[in-house]
Nanobody, 122 residues
């Protein structure tokens, strides 16, 4: 059974940095794409970034491009989201999803972690 678990969320000041981790289990998962999504209160879940199974391909939402970096270490069964120059509008619950398709669409992902809260203070 494939499972994911996010960690690393917390409270950070605007302009600061934080790294989220998404640990996954299940052998098949090393061949899956992993995407990061976020959901702020009262808003729909939105795409943040995605990495292919090898890490060789990555894609970002325009709102985070140049400030966030997604990477993965399949030897450690972990995907990371490095977030720099954080803005208050980044405050949300961040979740990672895994699936066979490299996609910015949440519906394409079959497994999800419970999420981790990021709060950026102004």
């Amino acid at each position: 059974q494939v499972q994911l678990a996010e960690s690393g969320g917390g409270l950070v000041q605007a302009g600061g940095s934080l790294r989220l981790s998404c640990a996954y289990s299940g052998r098949i998962f090393s061949s899956y794409a992993v995407g990061w999504f976020r959901q702020a209160p009262g808003k729909e879940r939105e795409f943040v970034a995605v990495t292919s199974w090898s890490g060789g391909s990555t894609s970002y939402a325009n709102s985070v491009k140049g400030r966030f970096t997604i990477s993965r270490d399949n030897a450690k069964n972990t995907v990371y989201l490095q977030m720099d120059s954080l803005k208050p509008e980044a405050t949300a619950v961040y979740s990672c999803g895994g699936g066979p398709n490299y996609s910015p669409y949440a519906a394409q992902y079959s497994s999800w972690g419970p999420g981790t809260q990021l709060t950026v203070s102004s």
